[in-house]
């Protein structure tokens, strides 16, 4: 019960006054602290000891109540009015061998009756006795239907569990547990812990950018409806937002990019809306790009076009490539641009359909001379060489990385003596071949260049590996083992660009190469997040913890959780499919989204089933909600359940089985 000593305290249930009399003893203002108990005057003051705590506890200043049930405070016209910054209620407890539902109640009816007395950074402290709160700071852990359930009773009530430390008796002195109304045994203390509410967030999420998404697309404004899994997300740009982290992973990996080879940062005014001839250009050009799923846009009153047209979220800065390209590039600097990224993906705790990615785009120029023997080159071999020359510095290698440059620029160690938070000396590995010209297809100098810039960000070594993919034309960037990363889509890419669809490019005499990193994944593990809906939350207690200070150190910043052991709900569906259509699950995941404020944690099919003489096909998934920073009840499940089945009839034509 850290901090108890400070501020408006309210201590209920306590039989004989023994635990307020040690309170009191360390309070800085004894007067702030109001002590009750169930039983009335005449029957407590009979108590061993009850008396006498009474009585020092008025001489000090305390104010003493008697006959407080603590599951209706707001029935008791001495606390109207009052706010308390600690409430706390030791060993509650209905009386005899209660079923342990009734003791859920009491807990349930006890966290309600407390809102009202709560100040807005107020504590709730209820102490347990050992196995019967039910979560897994309990050793041994009861099973859930035969524990208290305190933490889902808490979120009845809108409360979070803020921390559980273990409570010692003999810690408050003369503290006695009296057992309930003082006529039971004494409750066993060996064991206990002490469960601290705080309140969360709304369940229902904020929105902070308008209804609307209005684009220019080709020229023109449009005005599109936002899918309304992720309206609330477009266009907050998290990765622009001061002190949010995924601003400090990309600030950090621009910084390492311009120190290492040189940085111009592109305007971020390009449309988040793409057409469908963006999409197969931006694929055309990577070559072998990452498959995705593009989430498909719907304009408002719209007039009639050509049915050929459709409208997406870009699913990444790829898409913009055509224009970029048409712009006049300096040779070996490399060109950053980043923004909000889109796509369909499956509900999972490492996954969302809005991501914050950065795309780099590097001209490099051809190489035109002659072959190693003395021969002419081909148009071929000359295509895949560069001038080693016009080759940024870092992909060349530096044979000694402590002498100035001749710009005044600091070299890599003097920038890690002067900014301990990236860690590694990039120079020794981010190199090409010394001699004659580089072979540019396998694209390893920037590859081995990544490696170590994402290495230095997560702090730690070797933390990336390369994979070729599939095509052979692209590399992908992905956690090494060990580094606690979901590896269901990479860290980044890096491909070579196919200029052959592009007509009027004004760097047909170099090669490009482009590299995309994503973010959200690298804050995530930076950090040691562990859930990307994180990164969404409203709860202050997030944002604390990467607060910047003067002289930032962030080596020392790991996300500590603040909503300990979150209740975790699962139940399953059953629909027949619509025969008139196939099943898109990607609309089924962005339905569960929106019915359940961002809630559900997993959703999986665990049954499907085919009528043999109606060809009629079910599917079963199993949905799992829990959230890591709101308080979410079973009461709450039940809502989203209940509004799920409806809007799987009304929107998508599926049957509920």
């Known amino acids: 019960m850290e901090g108890v000593y400070e501020g408006k305290t309210l201590v209920l249930g306590d039989g004989n006054f023994s635990f307020s009399v ?105 102490t347990l006795c050992q196995g019967q709160g039910g979560t897994p700071a309990d050793q041994p852990q009861r099973a859930w239907h035969n524990c ?44 206990a812990l002490t469960h601290t509410f705080v309140l969360g967030c709304p369940l229902q999420l904020m929105t902070h950018t308008a209804p609307k998404l209005v684009a220019r697309v080709n020229g023109q404004d449009r005005c599109f409806a936002k899918p309304a899994g992720i309206g609330h997300k477009i266009g907050r740009n998290l990765h622009q937002l001061k002190d949010h982290p995924v601003a400090m992973v ?56 050509d049915g050929d047209t459709c409208w997406y979220l870009r ?14 590039l300096q040779p070996g600097m490399v060109y950053i641009l980043t923004g ?77 003596e002067e900014d301990h938070s990236i860690g590694t000396d990039l120079s020794e590995k981010c190199t090409l071949e010394a001699a004659g010209g580089f072979p540019v297809s396998d694209m390893s100098s920037c590859v081995s260049c990544l490696q170590q810039i994402v290495s230095s960000v997560l702090q730690v070594d070797n933390a990336v590996y390369e994979s070729p993919s599939s095509s052979g034309k692209s590399v992908y960037l992905l956690a090494a083992q060990g580094t606690e990363a979901s590896l269901d889509a990479p860290l980044g890419q890096v491909f070579l660009v196919n200029k052959d669809d592009l007509s009027g490019c004004s760097t047909c005499a170099h090669v490009v190469l482009c590299f995309t990193l994503n973010l959200d994944k690298l804050t995530l593990q930076k950090f040691k997040i ?80 085919s009528q043999p003489d109606t060809g009629r096909r079910s599917r079963c998934y199993r949905l799992t909600f829990q959230a890591p920073d709101r308080a979410l009840s079973a009461g709450h499940v039940k809502e989203i359940m209940a509004e799920l089945r409806r809007r799987l009839g009304q929107d998508m034509g599926l049957e509920v089985r």
Not at 315 to 328: A, G, K, N
């Open 22 to 126: 040690a309170l009191v003893q360390r309070m800085a203002r004894p007067a702030d602290l109001t002590a009750t108990t169930l039983g009335g005057e005449e029957e407590t003051l009979k108590l061993f000891d009850a008396g006498k705590n009474t009585q020092l506890l008025q001489g000090k200043g305390a104010i003493v109540m008697f006959g407080m049930d603590a599951t209706a405070l707001t029935s008791y016209l001495g606390l109207h009015g009052q706010i308390f910054d600690h409430i706390i209620f030791n060993f509650p407890h209905v009386g005899r061998k209660a079923p342990i539902k009734h003791n859920r109640k009491l807990l349930r009816k006890f966290f309600a009756s407390c809102l009202e007395y709560m100040s807005a950074d107020g504590r709730v402290y209820v």
């Open 148 to 191: 208290w359930q305190v933490v889902a009773m808490a979120a009845e009530a809108g409360l979070i569990m803020r921390d559980v430390t273990p409570f010692c008796a003999e810690d408050w002195g003369l503290y006695r547990p009296s057992g309930y109304r003082s006529r039971d045994k004494v409750f066993h203390t060996e064991g």
């Open 250 to 305: 990309t600030k950090q990996l621009c910084g390492l990019l311009e120190d290492t080879l040189g940085v111009h940062h592109l305007l971020e005014d390009h449309s988040v809306v793409c057409g469908s001839l963006d999409l197969q250009m931006a694929g055309a050009l990577t070559e072998g790009g990452a498959k995705v799923r593009p989430i498909l846009m719907k304009e408002e009153d719209a007039e009639e076009t």
């Open 315 to 328: 699913p990444s800065l790829t898409t913009h490539l055509p224009v970029i390209l048409q712009e006049t």
């Open 340 to 416: 909000e990224v889109f796509s369909h993906c499956a509900i999972s705790t490492h996954t969302c359909p809005l991501q914050h990615q950065l795309l780099g785009v590097v001209l490099l120029p051809r190489h035109t001379g002659g072959t190693t023997d003395g021969s002419k080159s081909t148009e071929e071999d000359r295509s895949s060489r560069v001038d080693k020359n016009t080759v940024p510095a870092t992909f060349r290698g530096q044979p000694n990385s402590n002498i100035h440059q001749e710009d005044g620029s600091k070299t890599s160690n003097e920038l890690k």
């Open 530 to 609: 562990p859930d990307i809906r994180l990164l969404w939350t409203e709860d202050k207690r997030f944002y604390s913890q990467f607060l910047l200070q003067a002289d930032p150190d962030l080596t020392s910043i790991t996300y500590k959780e603040f909503s300990k052991f979150p209740p975790v709900y699962r139940y399953d569906i059953s629909f027949w499919e619509n025969p008139a259509t196939d099943l898109c699950e990607d609309d089924f995941m962005m339905l569960v989204r929106e019915v359940s404020h961002d809630v559900a944690a997993d959703a999986t099919v665990i049954d499907s089933y």
